[in-house]
């Protein structure tokens, strides 16, 4: 498979690549990003965020040697992109605002006039430029990023490239120069290992508490290697002053080793450095490409947002990939055996997405929030476990236990890392569910520690339901499904059950009736369209899963159910234009019936009554009404992605997408009232999360966020649209959503919402199986596609065991392995059914006539 050459949207110069943060590391595992200018930043690998932070100047560096002279050394880095009075830092001292670049960025040292990123993940690849230095210098940064290969994607690890041309019509001997910072410890130990890999360890000299322990490694597979371990013990400036003298004079580095402890702190809290050096000769003409990674290890990780969480004592939970790896010698003995190996299906992975026919728009909306997975907004426990946030503060995660009416909106881990999104269902049923059967909404760790404090919420409950019929008939799992059942139909009888202080719907109507919880953090009263919508949707894979289970008579009271709802949303929640929250919002009496109901609900220190209702205006607050809600057919959204029939009237679901479309989406914000947070503004387009058009009565106090703009939201509605046939309307969204993050205004590489890296925006992948209309069955091993506008192409797909690509080419379809398995009894394109009855392997494919 050859690699597409990069669009030009993908090669970011100049003010383009000045936010740019290309995430490295493993899922789960923590990690790292490399910024637009080649600087190594965010390093959140103690299990929790570090943004804005650096390890002290770790970096790479090369020079250039001939005839016993030194003709040039530089850092890796291009230009500062930072404030020149001083940018966002984690220290508290020396740097920040006031104090001018941040010295750890190294624009103090000599370093290249400008670069050219090309980012297309999971790779970044820069080139560097610079008259002054002689020859070309690449750099191509990447960690294993390999769908249903979670293992091996866990790697705690960042991997990098680094190529030189001599340009010249002399040989030149270069030495290429890693130095990485012993993160957190001042008094280190660190060890060269000699060998087919040499490699620099190191940990802390101290005795620590478990959740600070762990260790650091830097290594290479060249063969001729100088080892500083470490850098020069000073105060000030001296460890870079000193480093930099000597790795930038004529010959080899000098080795320093310290065998006795630091007695004394560094007075800017910079962590000990060191460093090795690959010395390769160059001929004229000639390209050689040398090989370092660095590794990770902080196995154990401390539940710093709840210290007092267990028996009086910090919490702590234990990481999956020590139970893969002993230490981070471990982690970059097996990177550096494996290199081609782990390169192969990650570099492959790239090409086939960026390969497709998709719009440029979808790729980089998918491309540039997938990168999520390999952040600090995601933890994998001991047993492999998947555990999240919602997103990451600067030194905190945003919200935390893989909430579930944020995850809701995310479909890139089902379809890539489908064993972890099952982890996820089978962590909900075992730790989340009360004994009533409601599933509460954010899991705690350790897990099994306790119920989060707050009642379950109506999305994330339903969602959940969802999910895990899509999850069975991803995987084909039968028996996974009948496990879970149980816990499922539980679940299920929460809604209409006497124990649900919210009292959703006792009589069974199939509709919404009581208090509910959802993800604007407040709650809803009455019948709405949002939440019934999933309501629905959770019926009809109830019923669907419950014949599976052989639970044949609940199934046909799910169905008898679900029906019911249908007809109360397709006639009373519909106006005419679009589906609506029917409440009476001056009906006082709704509100009070909940007012000494059980648990705690809201995010508000208000009673509760002085929370939803408002004497002044003599109504409910933070309501819909006949608002037009973006979310406001959720439900069937996820139906349409994950194979439900349909229960929303066709008409009616183009007609409210149509709506929102209309009066939610903004080509331009400029004027825009947003009294709330501010994640798109001015001359930006964006979908608003709720508006209310001519001739409705907007609530005096709306539901909260109304006037925000949240991609997650966006790329679920677009995706939508382009499913029912709103193909420009979809575009027009992610569009407008991309531009914003164009590396000039926000980094690609970060969807913010409640913080950097947010789960939500996941929700993306959604464009890709839209776009090609993917359909899948593996219990019965059936995929299909139908893709937008027919024709000829090349469309991506990743379902159960493996993933590659479907191609169009006149009036044959090819369906071909790239990675994994699939076994595939029946493959459809474009209404044309064909008999296949075989199990794919990577590289081969299937074909079928179509209309044949």
């Not at 949707?537 to 046909?556: C, H, P, Q, S, T």
């Amino acid at each position: 498979m050859t690699s597409p050459a990069p669009d030009p949207r993908f090669v970011y110069e100049g003010d383009r690549a000045r936010h740019i943060a290309f995430p490295l590391g493993g899922i789960g595992a923590g990690g790292l990003a490399i910024s637009g200018s080649g600087r190594l930043v965010d390093w959140s690998i103690r299990n929790r965020p570090g943004l804005q932070s650096f390890n002290g100047y770790s970096h790479f560096a090369i020079k250039a040697e001939q005839d016993g002279k030194v003709l040039d050394a530089r850092v890796l880095n291009g230009p500062y992109e930072g404030v020149p009075t001083g940018s966002p830092t984690t220290r508290r001292f020396f740097d920040g605002f006031g104090w001018g670049a941040n010295r750890n960025t190294l624009t103090g040292v000599p370093h290249f006039k400008a670069v050219t990123f090309t980012g297309r993940f999971p790779v970044a690849e820069l080139d560097f430029h610079d008259e002054r230095f002689p020859g070309q210098v690449r750099l191509v940064a990447w960690s294993p990023f390999i769908p249903t290969n979670d293992r091996d994607s866990s790697l705690p690890a960042a991997m990098f490239e680094i190529e030189v041309t001599n340009t010249g019509s002399a040989a030149i001997d270069y030495t290429i120069g890693g130095t990485l910072g012993n993160h957190g410890c001042q008094n280190g130990v660190h060890t060269f290992h000699d060998g087919a890999v040499k490699a620099l360890h190191l940990t802390a000299r101290e005795e620590l508490p478990d959740w600070q322990r762990g260790d650091l490694t830097i290594a290479t597979d060249a063969d001729d290697v100088d080892h500083m371990d470490y850098h020069f013990r000073g105060q000030w400036f001296d460890d870079l002053n000193l480093f930099w003298r000597e790795f930038a004079q004529a010959g080899r580095l000098p080795q320093r080793r310290y065998e006795t402890p630091r007695l004394n702190k560094n007075m800017f809290d910079q962590p000990e450095h060191g460093t090795l050096a690959v010395r390769i000769r160059v001929a004229p003409g000639e390209t050689r490409r040398v090989r370092f990674a660095m590794a990770w290890h902080f196995p154990v990780g401390q539940v710093y947002w709840r210290p007092n969480a267990v028996n009086g004592e910090t919490g702590t939970w234990r990481n999956y990939y020590a139970s893969q790896w002993t230490d981070s010698s471990a982690v970059l003995a097996e990177a550096l055996a494996r290199w081609d190996e782990l390169r192969a299906p990650t570099f492959a992975f790239r090409d086939t997405l960026f390969g497709t026919t998709l719009p440029l728009d979808i790729v980089d909306a998918v491309q540039g929030t997938m990168s999520i997975l390999r952040t600090a907004t995601v933890i994998r426990l001991e047993n492999g476990e998947f555990w999240a946030w919602e997103g990451q503060f600067t030194g905190d995660g945003s919200c935390e236990g893989s909430c579930t009416h944020v995850w809701n909106y995310q479909q890139t881990l089902p379809y890539l890392f489908p064993a972890l999104e099952r982890s996820l269902r089978d962590t909900d049923y075992a730790y989340n569910q009360l004994p009533n059967g409601g599933l509460t909404f954010r899991q705690i760790v350790p897990l099994g520690s306790g119920f989060f404090p707050l009642n379950p919420c109506a999305d994330g409950q339903f969602g959940s339901i969802i999910k895990t019929y899509r999850d069975w008939k991803i995987s084909g799992d039968t028996d996974w499904l009948k496990g879970l059942w149980p816990k499922v139909r539980t679940a299920l009888e929460y809604a209409w059950s006497a124990d649900n202080p919210d009292q959703w719907d006792p009589d069974r109507t199939g509709i919404l009736w009581g208090r509910q919880h959802h993800t604007l953090d407040m709650e809803l009263f009455g019948p709405n369209s949002w939440l019934s919508t999933m309501y629905v949707a959770a019926l009809k894979a109830g019923a669907e899963m419950a014949r599976a289970a052989g639970d044949a008579v609940f199934a046909v009271e799910l169905d008898t159910m679900g029906d019911a709802g249908a007809a109360a949303l397709n006639g009373e929640l519909f106006n005419g234009a679009y589906f609506i929250q029917s409440t009476d919002l001056g009906d006082k009496a709704l509100v009070e019936r909940f007012h000494n109901a059980e648990g705690k609900v809201g995010v508000l220190a208000d009673s509760f009554m002085e929370t939803y209702w408002s004497d002044e205006y003599g109504e409910m607050k933070y309501q819909f009404g006949d608002g037009c809600a973006s979310d406001q057919i959720l439900g069937q959204w996820h139906a349409d992605l994950c194979g439900l029939p349909a229960f929303l009237d066709g008409d009616k679901v183009t007609a409210a997408l149509g709506a929102i479309h209309r009066h939610n989406y903004r080509p331009t914000l400029e004027d825009h009232f947003n009294p709330c947070r501010v994640y798109a503004y001015e001359d930006e387009g964006g979908v608003l999360i709720a508006t209310w058009p001519e001739g409705t009565s907007k609530p005096a106090v709306p539901a909260p966020y109304s006037e925000e703009v949240w991609t997650g939201i966006e790329y679920a509605v677009a995706s939508h649209m382009i499913l029912r046939g709103l193909v420009d309307e979809g575009l027009a969204i992610v569009g407008s959503a991309r531009a914003r993050h164009d590396g000039r205004r926000r980094n690609p590489w970060n969807d913010i919402e409640c913080g950097s890296y947010y789960a939500r925006s996941m929700s993306s992948f959604a464009l890709v199986n839209a776009w090609s209309r993917l359909s899948y069955d593996m219990t019965r091993g059936a995929i299909g596609f139908d893709p937008v506008g027919g024709g000829d192409g090349t469309w991506l797909w990743s379902v159960g065991d493996g993933w590659g690509v479907v191609t169009r080419k006149g009036n044959e379809a090819t369906l071909e392995v790239r990675y994994g398995t699939l076994a595939l009894d029946t493959l459809s394109f474009a209404g044309t059914r064909a008999k296949v009855g075989c199990t794919l392997a990577a590289g081969d494919s299937a074909s079928i006539r179509i209309g044949g």
